[in-house]
């Protein structure tokens, strides 16, 4: 029997600005822009990913007071997401001299080498090499 679910399309991050928003994503993280338009309504749209994979991020501008008072905080403190790289500590050497904040160094376990970070808001981010 086929899956109900085939794979996670995107996710969704609460920003203060779409442009400010890629100045992190894409410009630091490196993430691809796999769209950027504008709804009839002047709903700006940003998707960013990885261009090799379907799965992304939409950097969704807070619009009521709620959604502004969420921005760094949507997910209480919890990881955001969770980003794989084939050299976390590479990687993390490069984010760190690029200026990206860090809870600590990376930890190595049998299985993998991880590390949190925060975006522009403070929104925790684990990044994750898979041995």
């Known amino acids: 029997m086929q899956p109900l679910i085939s794979h996670i399309g995107r996710a969704t991050v609460i920003v203060r600005d779409e442009d400010e928003a890629l100045g992190f994503y894409r410009d630091l993280l490196g993430l691809d822009v796999l769209f950027d338009g504008t709804l009839p309504d002047g709903t700006r749209l940003v998707h960013v990913g990885p261009a090799h994979t379907r799965t992304g991020l939409w950097l969704l501008r807070a619009r009521t007071p709620e959604q502004h008072a969420l921005i760094g905080r949507q997910t209480a403190g919890l ?24 809870q600590a160094p990376p930890t190595e376990t049998a299985t993998d080498v991880w590390v ?9 981010i684990v990044l994750v090499e898979l041995r």
């Open 79 to 102: 990881p955001l997401l969770v980003l794989n790289t084939y050299d976390c500590r590479g990687t993390y050497l490069r984010l760190r001299d690029l200026g990206v904040r860090f």
């Open 116 to 124: 949190h970070l925060e975006d522009l808001y403070g929104n925790p």
